[in-house]
């Protein structure tokens, strides 16, 4: 009965280079979102999709920051020539009907 | 514009000491709030969904009600266990954007 897994759990890049943040979603969920924290800070919605389809991507910079679900294997967030910014914890849920979310355990990115 | 407030940012209780958490929302229309408990260097668990006015859940110590404007999360007698980070978010009618709160961090004392 696995939940949501994201890996890695940790992640340290130096600034200008690739970001790949990965995320398996519950057995039978469709919906994926990722969401941005800062510590001390609520969640920050980023980007929300399907399967193969980007729903809604109004809280994902148009610049560096791009996300996809394929028909097969995990949810990728990729953030490209990364800054000293990006530094936070990216966290994945996924759903079955797009209303209760689960969580997985996140990934630390430490920008140098 | 939508929003989500919690209210208190922070607050320590004494083992056995209830009280309750508030979260404010101004949203157009509402298909949801939920609340997460979080705890440090973990993602959100999810405690309760509720979809309208009047409604209630429980779950051990927690209590969740709803009102139009705003969510009550209810601690009767707290233990240090449940010491952590409780989340408010809520799906506005129209769109499939969750809008969180920033939180309440509890601080259960033995």
């Known amino acids: 009965n696995a939940g949501v897994m994201q890996n890695p759990r940790h992640l340290v890049r130096r600034r200008g280079q690739e970001a790949r943040l990965r995320c398996s979603p519950v057995?039978?969920?469709?919906?994926v979102y990722w969401y941005r924290q800062l510590p001390e800070e609520g969640l920050k919605f980023m980007v929300y999709?399907?399967?193969?389809?980007?729903?809604?991507e109004s809280g994902m910079p148009k610049e560096r920051f791009s996300a996809e679900f394929p028909k097969e294997g995990p949810s990728i967030l990729r953030i490209q020539q990364v800054v000293r910014g990006d530094s936070a914890a990216y966290f994945c849920?996924?759903?079955?009907?797009?209303?209760?979310?689960?969580f997985g355990p996140g990934t630390r990115l430490l920008v140098l | 514009e939508d929003q989500v407030t919690q209210s208190p940012e922070a607050l320590r209780l004494q083992e056995g000491e209830s009280s309750s958490l508030n979260c404010s929302y101004t949203?157009?229309?509402?298909?949801?709030l939920f609340w997460y408990r979080q705890d440090p260097g973990k993602g959100p668990e999810f405690l309760f969904t509720?979809?309208?006015a009047g409604e209630e859940k429980e779950k051990e110590r927690l209590k969740a009600t709803l009102t139009k404007k705003e969510s009550f999360l209810h601690i009767t007698a707290p233990k240090p266990e449940d010491s952590a980070t409780y989340l408010c978010?809520?799906?506005?009618?129209?769109?499939?954007?969750?809008?969180f709160g920033s939180g309440t961090k509890l601080n259960v004392k033995p």
């Open positions: 849920a996924s759903s079955s009907d797009s209303l209760a979310q689960y």
């Open positions: 057995k039978g969920h469709s919906h």
């Open positions: 999709l399907q399967k193969e389809n980007i729903i809604d």
């Open positions: 949203v157009s229309g509402l298909r949801g």
């Open positions: 509720l979809y309208s």
């Open positions: 978010a809520v799906l506005p009618g129209n769109f499939n954007k969750f809008y």
